[in-house]
């Protein structure tokens, strides 16, 4: 259960520092804690090996994972703006003509 929590973790991580705001994964693992909630075949053959989605859920909302998270999800977001800025509308810096193809692949 240690490593699926922690799997949790860096997954958030990994995907706020994708770009995708870490408040989308808390929205899949609230809908996942609603839907999982009572079924009884979650405790017959996950309980033992997996944290229950409230659990989860719990651990991916804590303060210090989520400030992590959204400091990823901030830092590739001014990535974005600085590549935006600099690259895509200086025609001599990119690297792709204006219909997209790569000026190496000509």
Known sequence: QRMEIEADRIGILLL?????????ALAVAKKY??????????KQILDTTHPHPR?????LSE????????ELYNEAN??????????SGNPG??????????????
Do not use: C, Q
Not at 16 to 24: C, I, K, L, S, T
Not at 37 to 42: K, M, Q, T
């Open 16 to 24: 706020a520092a994708a770009g995708f705001h870490p408040d989308h």
């Open 33 to 42: 804690a609603t839907i999982a909630g009572g079924y009884s075949v979650w």
């Open 55 to 59: 659990d989860r859920l719990a651990r």
């Open 63 to 70: 303060i210090k994972t989520m400030e992590e998270a959204l």
């Open 78 to 87: 001014a990535m974005d703006k600085v590549t935006e800025k600099y690259f």
């Open 93 to 106: 810096m990119s690297i792709a003509d204006e219909n997209g193809i790569s000026k190496f692949e000509k």
